[in-house]
């Protein structure tokens, strides 16, 4: 039986609101796993990024390969989407982990042995990010296969919330790692990380995909072109992904790219501060999903995500306008509670509103949102080079409160209506 709950003591934390869906023995193997592949993926973001400025003392070359991580998102959802509709997910989401493994061992074996090129670097990153883009629907999928779909919202939130443990805790502990180990150690960690999960991935019962669909015999174009149909023919999914793109464009790009610049040339601080901004974004996002995992299913519509997408916006402008660190720092906070809640309101509303036939298609096309984050960053950097961060910032958050209130006013039948049943 899907998910089905262990008995548990009355002391246990599976009793708490918060963190009802780990009472599924599945899912709590799908969080354990979320919370150690995320951090294998923060371990590997600041290590790279140091390891390529140490290597060629070339910033150009950290924001190219840290977007050739990104883009695959942009062919390799739609693409994974198809498979995942098609094939048994739990060894989809297995050879994932392994390849992921295997390509994190070799790089630091390269690192390790001196041998690591710019080439390399860049191969990494590209064959990462296409691995990347198949884990997060495939994640997904099988996150929604492991859950009733009354406890769907709260497995949202907690693994959006061991998203955030590692947005704070990751780069910190990469850094250390760094100077006390070394570059190497660190991709090995990785590997190891991922290895750990696909060991994990092994003991799961998943249903859905292939086995439970009895998908017929068509080619995987046919599949494309009919999730591509399916996604155009629902206005209401067409606004979930549009409304997703609106802060993947304008938000995160104008916030933790111009951060590093901000910090320095507008709050006059030093690397310390930089952290300190960056780690109080991500504890306001963990405790806005917390807080959505405690409260439940209720605020799961549009209107919601509406006006949180534009309290996000307001809180850029603000900290824009600021040259305070207290008051940045209080708004990075809210703007990260604002955010995250609303892309795990945003993916839970999608992911109820979808036919598990479906799910891999929807959720590959609907990830191809992170592609555009590149597009943003690019974007950011052009403004700031003759505007200044703080002016980048501005524009951003009031491009962003117009679009989410544009969206209100033009696909507000769609969004608002209660989605309807998968």
């Known amino acids: 039986m899907r998910g ?11 009793n708490v609101p918060t963190f009802r869906s780990l009472r599924h023995r ?4 799908v969080w354990l ?10 371990i590997q973001q600041v290590t790279l990024g140091w390891l390529v400025y140490d290597r060629t003392d070339n910033a150009f070359l950290v924001g190219a390969i840290w977007s050739a991580r990104s883009l695959p998102f942009l062919f390799a959802g739609p693409i994974a989407g198809v498979f995942i509709d098609r094939v048994d997910r739990k060894r989809f989401l297995i050879v994932n982990q392994l390849f992921l493994a295997a390509l994190a061992l070799w790089f630091a074996l390269m690192v390790a042995t001196d041998g690591v090129a710019v080439w390399h670097m860049m191969l990494f990153s590209i064959l990462g990010g296409i691995g990347f883009a198949i884990q997060n629907p495939l994640r997904q999928a099988v996150t929604a296969n492991v859950v009733p779909k009354e406890d769907f919202l709260n497995a949202i939130a907690l693994n959006s919330s ?43 019962s998943v249903r859905g995909g292939a086995k439970e669909t009895a998908k017929p015999k068509t080619s995987a174009m046919a599949d494309l072109r009919e999730g591509l149909r399916y996604v155009a023919s629902r206005s209401d999914i067409t606004a979930l992904m549009l409304l997703a793109m609106i802060p993947a464009f304008f938000i995160m790009p104008f916030t933790v790219q111009m951060m590093p610049v901000f910090a320095k040339d507008v709050l006059r601080q030093d690397a310390d501060g930089l952290g300190a901004l960056l780690a109080v974004f991500g504890v306001g ?3 806005g999903v917390l807080v959505l995992a405690t409260i439940g299913n209720r605020p799961e519509h549009g209107r919601t995500q509406i006006v949180i997408g534009v309290l996000a916006g307001v809180s850029l402008i603000i900290v824009s306008r600021t040259h305070s660190m207290a008051v940045a720092m209080v708004f990075l906070f809210i703007q990260g509670t604002a955010m995250f809640t609303f892309m795990a309101l945003n993916n839970t509303h999608m992911q109820t509103s979808i036919p598990d036939a479906m799910r891999g298609r929807v959720m590959g096309i609907y990830l191809m949102n ?3 984050g590149p597009f943003g960053a690019m974007f950011a950097g052009a403004l700031a080079h003759g505007r200044g961060s703080d002016t980048t910032m501005l524009v951003g958050g009031g491009i962003a409160i117009a679009l989410f209130l544009a969206m209100g006013l ?9 989605p309807p049943p998968a």
């Open 4 to 14: 089905a709950p262990t008995s548990t003591s009355k002391l246990s934390i599976t």
């Open 26 to 29: 599945d899912f709590r193997l």
């Open 33 to 42: 796993g979320t919370v150690l592949f995320s951090a294998g993926n923060w």
């Open 162 to 204: 061991a998203f955030n443990i590692n947005r704070v805790v990751g780069p910190a502990l990469g850094g250390v790692l760094i100077t006390t180990v070394g570059a190497s150690a660190n991709f090995f960690i990785q590997a190891g990380c991922y290895a750990v999960v696909a060991v994990m991935s092994m003991l799961l």
């Open 285 to 287: 996002g963990l405790i």
């Open 370 to 372: 992170v592609g555009v």
């Open 410 to 418: 033009f696909y507000g039948k769609s969004l608002f209506a209660k």
